[in-house]
């Protein structure tokens, strides 16, 4: 582990050329929108007199004879003597570019690339010269810029924190030192509560003596008797002072323990994310030099650079990043005069958005362009043999924009060099699926394209589902899961030797778990089946598993190198019992499921095996966006004894309802996708499902609201603003009755 004193002139020269062009790029950017900005002229004129001084410590002459013309420049704008242009910042840009590629040379590489380049370097020189004497008011100077107009290079010790290097492989052991401990900590909670089990222990002999000194009230005992008698129930009485103590103690040291544990890891996990900035600060140049060289105007607004992410993930992002940047401006942001015609402003504008939601990492990419048609990528799958027409017409949006992630699918006519191959959201996609994440594709024709990519937060924390398979906890990424449900047995349907459940209007192949992961046969019990539906659209499957053990958040650790690729499996980690778990890798189970299928060794559900429970209990569905609120209903309804399963919005509940076998509905109202009010709206209509009950729960108890939700056809409106655990339940069993029928 070393300081900045390792690190050589030269180094410590690149180190300061990447940070000073950053601040030329982003300035020069911010000049052009906004050309009389006198606070950038100051802040470039400082980035190029640092790289001028830099450069000059380090014995880099033509970097110096760049930073030094690039200097006057911006004195001379600054002192109002030339006016800085778009042209004029397009030779500035060269200059940027040279300066940044000067610095990523070796001394062995640069006289010879200063030899090879002496005329691309004049050519600089002399467009700069071009610039200043434009206006016929300053001549070209070589000589330095007054004292008054700088001030001296910062001094490289004027570092506010100390920097420290560090390896990869060391952070990463110490991030695992750091979860285990965390881990750990946790073994201490059900300790505790085993001491409580104690502590109610000796309460119950407490009383059982108790009992025995009232029934001896009365016998004549010795005097020897006696004295035994009252030293055991005094000892007792110590003995259960002293472990209430010890338990006190044992219970404030667990909260302490954890307390620092949990600190500590989220301090080790810091060392390991990196603002979104640090990734995406090339990018507005990026934009606005394809967009120039496309004969188009476009400006790129970055927000949530201080977003911290996973620095594997930040690495991860750039190619996709610049492939969706890229064909925004390609094939979303419009020609000039086409934007003008349409009443939108001639500059196109796109956003690029990072935030944390919901414990993951959301990135948005928007633009406000022409949109995409879906008439076309219809015609385009249609002509590309990719599926019928008859197919095509009936295909939402949704799946259309699907098709757009296939290799080699573009709507391009003409191969640029820019696009029309039909790679880039084939590389986007596969990024995000290698760290087991989603992307959304939204668009409205002549508004613009938003793509919307949710990723973990880090890698080394994963967020899982753990199911029970022959005795076994496994974990599986909740990204990565495309539904859970308990599946009736009369669902099931068979096609072709194999069995099935229709999934929205989608059959869907059903196996069991065991034979998958190969771990004996599969013996279900009950009326339902717990399954976890699992693939994309396109390879979907049901994996039948024993039981659904709830969701973690574990702390992945890696299998030992020596095991090789373990099929199926990814990762383990451990519980807060200390026992391991292992997290499947969904992609290879999938892979897994497809050679049984098409080598026919898919065994067929047994259906024979399954016993039916004498008495249904009844399931409810509860639909939210919050997270704290779908959890609360959840924990109420499970523990009066109800099956109960969750929505994360309306959209997701419609499915469920559509796919599931449910007696009652709870449904907040202000939601994504689809709102609680439509979502009643689309079950009332339903002939199957009309007669399902459903119950409204809102923040809005205004008297309109109220009626609104039961003119939409609810037939139950709680008030959270009145929200009670019994409140909610009473509710429950006023609509559907008592948990078991």
């Avoid at 206006?135 to 010790?157: G, H």
């Avoid at 995409?372 to 019928?388: F, G, H």
């Avoid at 229709?502 to 089946?529: I, M, N, R, T, Y």
Wanted: with cysteine.
């Amino acid at each position: 582990m070393d300081d900045l004193s390792s690190l050589s002139m030269l180094d410590l020269f690149r180190v300061e050329a990447e940070n000073q062009t950053a601040v030329l790029n982003s300035g020069l950017l911010e000049l052009e929108r906004d050309p009389g900005a006198a606070q950038q002229l100051e802040a470039l004129m400082r980035a190029a007199h640092s790289l001028k001084g830099a450069a000059r410590i380090v014995n880099l002459d033509v970097a110096v004879r760049l930073a030094h013309a690039m200097e006057d420049c911006f004195v001379a704008a600054q002192n109002g003597k030339i006016q800085l242009g778009q042209k004029e910042i397009d030779v500035l840009f060269r200059g940027v570019d040279l300066l940044l590629y000067i610095s990523k040379l070796s001394e062995a590489e640069l006289a010879v690339w200063e030899t090879e380049h002496a005329t691309e370097i004049n050519d600089f020189l002399e467009s700069l010269t071009r610039v200043m004497t434009a206006s016929l008011v300053i001549e070209f100077s070589t000589a330095a810029p007054s004292s008054e107009s700088v001030q001296a290079l910062p001094e490289k010790n004027e570092l506010s924190d100390r920097v420290l290097r560090l390896t990869a492989e060391n952070l990463n052991r110490l991030l695992g030192l750091a979860g285990e401990s965390l881990v750990g900590t946790r073994w201490l909670h059900p300790f505790a509560d085993s001491m409580l089990r104690l502590k109610r222990q000796q309460g119950e002999l407490a009383k059982a003596l108790d009992g025995l000194r009232e029934s001896l009230t009365g016998y004549h005992l010795s005097e020897r008797t006696s004295e035994q008698l009252s030293d055991v129930f005094g000892r007792v009485t110590e003995w259960r002072v002293a472990l209430a103590d010890r338990l006190a103690d044992l219970e404030m040291y667990d909260r302490r323990s954890a307390n620092l544990s949990h600190r500590l890891y989220l301090e080790v996990l810091k060392c390991r994310m990196r603002p979104f900035g640090d990734a995406v600060g090339r990018y507005p140049r990026m934009v606005r030099d394809l967009a120039r060289s496309l004969g188009k105007e476009v400006h790129l607004e970055i927000v949530g650079e201080n977003t911290q992410v996973d620095r594997d993930i930040l690495e991860q992002l750039e190619a996709p990043l610049a492939h969706l940047l890229r064909n925004a401006v390609d094939h979303g942001c419009e020609m000039p005069a086409g934007r003008q015609q349409v009443g939108k402003s001639s500059v196109g504008t796109m956003r690029l958005e990072a935030r944390h939601s919901a414990g993951m990492l959301l990135i948005i990419i928007a633009d406000d362009g022409a949109g995409i048609d879906p008439e076309q990528v219809r015609r385009a799958i249609v002509q590309k043999n990719l599926t019928t027409r008859e197919v095509a017409e009936k295909l939402s949006e949704t799946e259309l924009y699907d098709f757009l992630f296939l290799p080699g699918f573009t709507l391009k006519e003409k191969v640029t060099e820019i696009s029309g191959r039909g790679v880039g959201l084939d590389v986007v996609l596969n990024m995000v699926k290698n760290v087991r994440g989603t992307i959304r594709v939204n668009s409205q024709p002549g508004k613009g394209t938003r793509f919307q990519l949710q990723l973990p937060i880090t890698l080394s924390v994963i967020r899982t589902l753990l199911v029970e398979v022959a005795g076994e906890p496994y974990a599986i990424p909740l990204a990565q899961i495309t539904r859970t449900l308990k599946l009736p047995l009369d669902k099931i349907e068979s096609l072709e030797g194999r069995h099935h459940f229709l999934f929205g209007e989608q059959h869907v192949g059903l196996l069991a778990a065991h034979q998958v992961l190969d771990c004996g046969d599969h013996k279900p019990s009950g009326d339902h089946l717990p399954v976890v539906v699992l693939g994309d659209r396109a390879t979907r499957y049901g994996l039948i598993v024993d039981n659904f053990l709830g969701e973690r958040e574990l702390v992945v650790q890696s299998l030992d190198p020596r095991l090789g690729k373990v099929k199926d499996i990814s990762a383990a980690a451990l519980m807060e019992d200390g026992s391991p778990v292992l997290i499947v890798d969904v992609e290879d189970l999938v892979r897994s499921i497809d050679k049984l299928v098409s080598g026919g060794q898919l065994n067929k559900v047994n259906r024979n095996a399954i016993t039916t429970t004498a008495k249904k209990r009844k399931r409810i569905l509860a639909v939210d966006d919050s997270l704290t609120v779908r959890e609360l209903e959840r924990k109420l309804l499970t523990s009066r004894g109800y099956i109960a399963e969750v929505a994360v919005d309306g959209m997701d509940g419609w499915n469920a309802v559509r796919t599931g076998n449910y007696d009652l509905v709870i449904t907040d109202v202000d939601m994504p996708r689809l709102d609680g009010i439509e979502l009643v709206t689309l079950i009332k209509k339903d002939a199957h499902l009309s007669s399902l009950p459903v119950m409204i729960v809102s923040y809005k108890d205004r008297e309109e609201d109220r009626l609104r939700g039961l003119e939409a056809g609810a037939d139950y409106y709680l008030t959270k603003g009145s929200f009670h655990d019994e409140t909610l339940l009473q509710a429950v069993v006023d609509l559907i009755g008592e948990p078991e029928s």
